[in-house]
């Protein structure tokens, strides 16, 4: 055969000619400590179940991990003091830019210790798969609407910006049970949520306990995330038909709020105090701006508006 008829290779490169070692995957180049790598497994371990009581938490677009590190240590902070639970340690911050090396590697040594089991812990923080929202789970005997309630009310009196607990939260709605976001799940939380705070229809053998009028007014304020099969209108009806006549509706200043949280395929609900709207729907953010409007003047207020990063959307 004719050499000329063989198929000719390309003139090699020697340094282009060698095999080029394909990634495994891995965390992009990333070097991360055992406690990062703890926390992460922590984190993505459980998710959101039916039983399951807690505080959804808004916050800045992009700064969730911070957020929740925020959240997770308040938490501990107001379970120590409204119920004496001992803290097992705070979520360590990865801000460590002010501090020195023998801090860091201390930190290190003590997040290397056994701690409790994430899922015997009293908080357990999560996050979600939505920018912006995170979750922390909540045991008995923490009430996530009286721990919501004394955070807030606590950052009212906040005037100085170095007393502050978060820099990244927003608004927190608590949540007293959790269940299915169908029509049978949604009456069944309201049923158990709802029957602590008013006279309900429907229940054999119960003589009504309130007259209309000593009943106290109330209002509903449901959210929806990641979610397209319940609609708005029918959740109010249907948790309102479940309510005795003796209790009004009133959207302007009710004496209870009934917060429903529906987010892809869970429902929570919980029943908080009306000063829920002069608590700012309990946006700590906005609170904490609030107080320092009352004790500064305009010039500052600007100032500290527009030094507050751009929050997500629902904050």
Not at 127 to 149: G, H, N, S, Y
């Amino acid at each position: 055969m004719d050499s000329s008829a063989k198929r000719k290779h390309p003139p090699t490169n020697k340094t282009n000619d060698r095999h080029i070692k394909k990634s495994r995957g891995g965390n992009a180049g990333r070097w991360q400590t055992p406690h990062h790598k703890a926390k992460l497994e922590s984190l993505g371990s459980k998710g959101l179940e039916v039983g399951d009581m807690g505080i959804w938490t808004t916050c800045v677009k992009g700064k969730e991990r911070q957020a929740l590190e925020e959240l997770e240590n308040i938490c501990k902070e107001y379970g120590e003091k409204l119920y004496g639970i001992e803290r097992e340690g705070s979520a360590a911050s990865d801000d460590d830019g002010d501090d020195d090396i023998e801090s860091a590697i201390q930190r290190e040594v003590e997040s290397m210790k056994p701690t409790v089991k994430s899922k015997d812990a009293t908080f357990q923080p999560m996050r979600m798969e939505l920018d912006c929202l995170l979750f922390i789970r909540t045991k008995p005997p923490v009430d996530p609407v009286k721990l919501v309630q004394q955070i807030c009310k606590d950052a009212k009196g906040i005037t100085d910006k170095q007393q502050r607990r978060s820099r990244f939260i927003n608004r927190f709605t608590p949540v007293t049970l959790t269940a299915k976001a169908n029509e049978t799940g949604v009456e069944e939380v309201a049923r158990k949520v709802l029957g602590g705070h008013f006279q309900l229809v429907g229940d054999e053998g119960e003589q009504p306990t309130t007259t209309e009028s000593d009943a106290c007014s109330y209002a509903i304020r449901p959210s929806f995330r990641a979610h397209n099969t319940l609609k708005r209108d029918d959740v109010i009806k249907k948790v309102a038909s479940l309510i005795a006549s003796c209790h009004k509706v009133n959207l302007t200043s009710p004496d209870k709020v009934i917060l429903i949280d529906i987010f892809q395929t869970f429902c929570g609900m919980s029943v908080v105090d009306g000063e829920w709207e002069a608590l700012k729907r309990y946006n700590l953010h906005e609170i904490y701006l609030s107080a320092l409007k009352a004790s500064k003047d305009p010039k500052e207020m600007s100032k500290e508006e527009t030094a507050q990063p751009v929050a997500g959307p629902e904050a």
